[in-house]
């Protein structure tokens, strides 16, 4: 019901959001002498605030067309080279000869689309051939398409990465941590010829024992049957996806606006105070963040209750009892970290990250105890949030290019970048890599100590 509930307020405020954006555009207008003045300005923001903070936004483009390449401009292409029902995969193809290395993104699928990495993308498209993964929205997707759980997400992975193929280097952004950590695992324990050279795991809850933030309190205070009766709906009939149970995703945005409202709050007055003083350009940069933030699409109920239950009820993969059931096959496959032996593991942790909290993803080292040291690399960025990680300045100019540079070293039949490139991104000095390394230590000693106590309570 709660979703007939979201459509019914959605369709009660239509005609007064029609009149709203009615009103902005007239006193907007240039050839309007009262968009000139003080009062016509109030107006116009009151209108337009009204209604921006009662539209459902749609998902956006990424509107990546060109990129710039030694130094050239060249055109960018977005491509959908596979279709699954419940992904795409799109391949940025660039007009360039030069071979870089592949980076496939996995976008997290917890209630934003993919465009939410839009700056990802247009980072790595300078030194890189990217792929990412642009989730469908479930309520687009007929009930005849079948289920699609954690299960079917990293059976859509170890697909994707066997496609692109053996010179694959993965990313995972957020969520998809836990399931791109386990499709490598499960790779590497089969002896895939497929498996990537590399594994970028940015802030996302490998174990979420060792720190704790609002999302992991949420999950661990309510047994599963909660979730399943407060947070499932089922889309309504007038949608494809009709009688789908689904997570909806106007109440993960509720969530995530929740867990930093004052920020929220008082973004929006900002913007209400720039759009009375004319200052266009504070204006716009207000509104391209929260089109994109706002979007949200639908997640499967089955997808969001097996990944809590997985990831941040019963701990699975740290405790060593996470396991894979292919879809296709039938078969069950243990996810044993401990086959990792050839990726090569970079993890990534933002200092203010309140989402998935310090430690969270460094705990990946500790659970790869037979990759060779001089494959782990774990970079801590200082001053940034969860979003900071993969957008912004300091993604730009500090965390991207450790990325780029660990890509390169295990990338080596891949054309050498141009002097000028290196010098508009750093290069990392070898005293650099290892920054922080030593906590990979301490976490595998944390880590020998909690299942050393698991077992004794056992």
């Known amino acids: 019901m709660i979703y007939h509930f979201y459509e019914m307020q959605q369709a009660a405020l239509m005609p007064a959001r029609f009149v709203a954006d009615l009103t902005q555009n007239v006193y907007s207008n240039p050839f309007n002498p009262l968009s000139y003045t003080q009062i016509g300005r109030t107006i116009s923001a009151n209108a337009e605030l009204f209604e921006r903070l009662t539209r459902r936004f749609g998902k956006p483009e990424f509107g990546l067309d060109e990129t710039v390449i030694d130094g050239k401009t060249v055109a960018v292409e977005e491509d959908i080279i596979y279709e699954k029902p419940f992904c795409n995969l799109l391949h940025f193809k660039r007009d360039t000869t030069r071979k870089d290395p592949k980076v496939l993104i996995v976008a997290p699928m917890s209630g934003h689309f993919a465009t939410l990495l839009r700056g990802t993308v247009e980072a ?30 990293i059976a859509y992975l170890i697909e994707f990465i066997s496609l692109i193929g053996p010179d694959t280097n993965i990313i995972g952004v957020c969520q998809p941590a836990v399931p791109v ?33 609002k999302v992991t309190e949420l999950a661990e205070a309510r047994p599963l049957s909660w979730f399943e009766q407060n947070v499932i709906s089922q889309v309504p009939l007038y949608y494809p996806g009709a009688y789908r149970n689904v997570y909806p995703g106007f109440i993960q945005l509720g969530g995530f606006m929740s867990m930093n409202l004052d920020r929220h709050v008082g973004s929006h007055l900002k913007f209400y105070h720039h759009l009375i003083a004319g200052d266009g350009e504070s204006a716009e940069s207000h509104r391209k963040f929260y089109d994109e933030y706002l979007s949200v699409m639908d997640i499967t109920a089955e997808f969001y209750l097996q990944t809590v239950e997985t990831v941040f009820q019963k701990h699975l993969l740290p405790k060593g009892e996470m396991t894979f059931h292919d879809p296709q096959t039938n078969r069950i ?28 993803t460094i705990a990946a080292h500790y659970l790869c105890d037979h990759l060779a040291p001089e494959k782990q690399f774990h970079h801590f960025q200082e001053n940034v949030g969860h979003y900071g990680i993969f957008n912004g300045r300091r993604w730009r100019s500090e ?25 508009a991104i750093p290069d990392l000095a070898p005293d650099q890599w290892d920054h922080k390394k030593h906590n990979v230590e301490k976490m595998r000693e944390m880590s020998r100590r909690k299942r050393a106590k698991e077992t004794e309570d056992a």
């Open 124 to 153: 790595l498209l300078p030194h890189h051939d990217v792929y990412i993964t642009d989730w469908v929205d479930a309520m687009l997707v007929p009930v005849d398409e079948g289920r699609f759980n954690l299960d079917d997400y």
């Open 181 to 213: 950590f386990a499709a490598v695992a499960v790779m590497e324990a089969e002896n895939d010829p497929n498996c990537p050279r590399s594994m970028i795991l940015m802030g996302g809850p490998i174990d979420t024992r060792i720190s704790k933030t």
């Open 333 to 360: 496959f243990p996810v044993n970290p401990g086959a990792i032996r050839k990726t090569a593991l970079l993890t990534i942790e933002g200092e203010l990250d309140d989402i998935s909290a310090h430690g969270q």
């Open 399 to 423: 965390i991207m290019p450790r990325i780029r540079h660990m890509i390169r070293r295990f990338n080596p039949d891949c054309s050498p970048l141009p002097p000028h490139d290196l010098r």
